[in-house]
């Protein structure tokens, strides 16, 4: 399961911002993910409550927000918007699709006291 090592890695990043900000506890951490990644958002939430244990993070609220996938098609040269990693090119049907953004996790913001 993926979800725990994402999990693992954003509550590292939670600690290393506590380190440069000096905040005591995270109310509520906002991620974005791309929907190409192959994350569940329900396996996330639950990797996240196990991985932030004992961290400044525990009991913190996790929200994602879904970012869509976005990619570069090299035979009508389009930037195109595509829900799953493999899919033709919307525009002209075409699989020379090289994805731009959509397989992401990405830490957006920390609601902190
Ligand atoms: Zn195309």
Redo the contacts with the bound molecule.
Sequence with gaps: MHEVALCNSLVGLIQDQQRQRGFRRVNRVIVEVGVLGHVDPHALDFAFDVESKDSPAEGAVLEIREIEGRAW?M??S?L?TILKRGDP?P??G?FAMIVEQGDELRLKELEVI
Excluded: I, S
């Design positions: 098609c035979d009508c389009n195109v090119c525009g002209c075409g």
